[in-house]
């Protein structure tokens, strides 16, 4: 068996969701999973695994909503994309055991399996148990299961795609730009996330400009705090700067992802000026897809900055 990362868990619905798609499948909680917390690592490969003591095989990853569900039973639980899950992929097996001797301060548990959809959640909040396709919290059954991560980043608040945008900004803004530091900050990643949020809810809100002609600035709510400047102050007390971009792509043709959107930025002067201005010291990345009435999947990518 060999590593696999990219295994997030949801901040919404608590459920380990694989993040390494730019796609990211259904969430019970609504609209689709959004990786929060550590980067997760499981043990898999092309077959299946030996069990132990510490280790139950069976589990797989759920291609319509890319969850870590446990596939032992006829019954496959119950999926948010409808039915039940679907395995697709690699064969993996889940520790209900430290994977260490001592345990190493890079393993978790609280892990549990929910007996009502059979995927694996994260139990760890006395009162918070997510939310379960079948309705509901998620119900705790079996074994305690306990998974390695990396070390906590401030990253971490982002998924997998907002994480390789922002580190491509980062890098330009300290190399390309000579700037002294770039940090993530958490608030101005929800800001980030709920205005593509904001616009994959409303596609034609793209097409308003900004008094300096630019599109995708604007939020569906029309007032003051819809622009960039409103939601940033509203977040952190103050105003900043965002940079936002549109990729679309309909059939087969692949999704933009993060270096479409840097690349755009890079391309653009005051794109590429936002980016390079060394006042800003702080920044955070959010992304979101939707379907526009045209045919078309767009995906939106915003980063904002303060100093």
């Not at 608590?14 to 043990?43: E, I, M, R």
């Not at 299946?48 to 291609?63: D, I, K, T």
């Not at 965002?242 to 930025?265: H, I, K, Y």
Request: hydrophobic share 30%.
């Amino acid at each position: 068996m060999v590593q696999q990362f990219d295994w997030r868990s949801c901040g919404k619905c608590q459920v380990l969701a694989f993040d390494g798609f730019l796609t990211k499948g259904p969430c019970p909680a609504g609209g689709v999973h959004k990786a929060w917390g550590f980067n997760y690592s499981v043990w898999g490969g092309d077959q299946e695994p030996v069990e132990s003591p510490v280790l139950q095989a069976r589990w797989r990853h759920c291609g319509p909503c890319h969850a870590f569900f446990y596939d032992g039973f006829s019954d496959k639980g119950r999926c948010p994309a409808g039915g039940g899950h679907t395995a697709a992929g690699w064969h993996f097996g889940a520790y209900h055991g430290p994977m260490t001797s001592p345990p190493s301060p890079r393993e978790q548990g609280d892990w549990r399996y929910c007996g009502k959809c059979h995927a694996l959640f994260f139990d760890g909040f006395p009162t918070n148990k997510g939310r379960c396709p079948t309705g509901g919290g998620h119900e705790a059954a079996g074994w305690t299961f306990v998974l390695g991560h990396i070390e906590s980043n401030a990253t971490d608040v982002m998924d997998t795609q907002e994480r390789r945008t922002w580190e491509l900004v980062k890098d330009a803004h300290l190399v390309q730009g000579g700037c002294s530091r770039l940090e993530v900050d958490p608030r101005l990643v929800l800001v980030a996330r709920a205005h593509c949020e904001d616009l994959a809810a409303h596609p034609g809100l793209w097409d308003k400009l900004s008094p300096e002609g630019f599109p995708g600035h604007y939020g569906s709510d029309g007032g003051l705090a819809s622009g960039p400047d409103g939601r940033i102050a509203k977040a952190v007390g103050s105003s900043g700067a965002e940079n936002v971009f549109r990729g679309r792509f309909r059939g087969d043709a692949a999704p933009p992802g993060p270096d479409t959107a840097f690349n755009a930025w890079w391309n653009s002067p005051s794109h590429k000026a936002t980016m390079l201005n060394c006042t800003h010291n702080t920044s955070g990345v959010g992304i979101a897809f939707g379907h526009d009435p045209d045919g078309w999947t767009s995906y939106y990518f915003t980063q904002v900055f303060h100093s």
